[in-house]
């Protein structure tokens, strides 16, 4: 990583006049409900520092995003129109649907055009987000700014007594570091991410009622680890973890948020009127590995300037909350009681998978922390699939970390339990439904999975780290879902034989047994359809001389409709 080191001075200026500097209101981002959402992806500018126009993306606006406000249940639809001059994607991050509607690296929207994906809401109420998941880019745009809230609402959490006005007594809190050039440009790829925002602004108040408030924090940095906490210590509830509300309410001091994971809290401000609390990061109390604590790896393995930006390893105040006087109804009180789990039994585990989390080689000790990093010895490539999980099945993952420096892995499609944690059970925050966990240095850690629903031969789901340089350089694997039972009926339902060869492939695909009138199609890993045609004849062959190396998918459908599906790899 490149460092700014005239950037940090000011950075640190910057940061030793928090209390000083004029405070900003906390934006509330606007919030749109319903069952169908325009998002229009934009670029603009925005101005962060007097005098310099700074270069931002949004959308429905130039620099972040709405909140999405959806119900379980519904059936959505999303007009996603591209107007950056560059292609992106949206990805939902934390919900469950189909691969070609996820919105990672394969459903690129190219500029000018609308993607449209829809679906049903199948989540649990909790708090998830959206942002962009272009290949190598996913830093860039959401350094830029592109980075939402989703609220899923359902019948279950409306029955308990929680605040839940948007923007009154229950606020999304997305807190990012971001660094900005001696130009003020956002800047990736450095560790000068000295600027702290929440929403999208810089030293933020926010007017809260004096009664219990729900905040929904959502760690949407880069990079950067935060263990949260408010000022005094004063205690708050945890409610809720990335993909759902906890069967009872925890009562904590501080909360560790890697990139990507949400929590739900509540905080009690009964009584405390005019008074002034801060929402606080205290770094000083990360263990060493994580990319925010004061150290991450010593000696050769040191990442170089880390130890500058005086945000790592650092306690500071991440919001100001002044508390005003109540709403009209306010709830003053916290339930214990939440939402019964029924967590994944172990003993339904089919299948377990492991995912190495290593340096790329050769190995020197700087590559120990600051990568490029593979998984299971590969760097991402989108023409590959990594992973064939059957549809239905219950998976443990098991993660192990070879390197010295933590990782939030995060998997879409599902969410997981985390099992254990080497040999201790999860901490009270790594409890109850999760789609990121980190993964310390050294440890290995398994969660256990059921993958319903969603089955797609061609269509990949992504795993990754959620440190967003490394998942850019690679730190990312594609695992598709397969419906065994269908492909199979289907292919005997045909009651024909069909001889597929040679399979690795390189100029010719032979196909032969198949009757009159099968449509043939083979889909490349994006989905698009790369050919297609009718036989004529029991036999054909495929030219596939002008594809790129990688996996395709062969459709097989026959007159009556039954339809079979065959992985081909062409070398
Ligand atoms: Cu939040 Cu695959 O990402
Ligand atoms: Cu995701
Ligand atoms: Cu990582």
Redesign the pocket.
Known sequence: MNFLRLNITLGLLIFATWSTVAQNPLTIPPALTGTNFNLTIQSGTTTFYSGYNTPTYGINGVWMAPTLIINKGDSVTFNVTNNLPVNTTI?W?GLHLPSKWDG?PHQIITPTSTWSPRFKVMNDAATYWY?P?GDMKTELHVTKGIAGMIIVKDVAEAALTLPRTYGVDDFPIIVQSKAFDVLKQLAIATEDDSTIMVNGTMYPYLNAPAQVIRMRLLNGSTMRTYLFGFSGNIPFKLIGTDDGLLDTATTLTRIRLSP?ERAEILVNLTGMQSQTVYLKNYGAELPNGIHGAAIVATGAAAIQDYNLNPLNGGNYNILQLNVVAQTSSPVTTTPTTLIAQTPINPATAQKVRRILLEPQPPVDSSKMTEGPFLMNGKSFDMTVINDTVKLGQTEIWELINKTLIAHPF?I?DVFFNVLNINVNPPSLSDRGKKDVVLVMPGDTLRFISKFEDFADPVVPF?Y?C?LLHHEDEGMMGSFVVIDSTTSIKGYANMNISVNIYPNPAHDELHVEGLNKNTTIQLYDVFGREVYKAQSIQDKTTISLANLVAGNYVLQLTDANGERTVIKINKE
Do not use: A, T
């Open positions: 990805h991050h990672g942002h998941h990507g995060h879409h992504m990754h959620h």
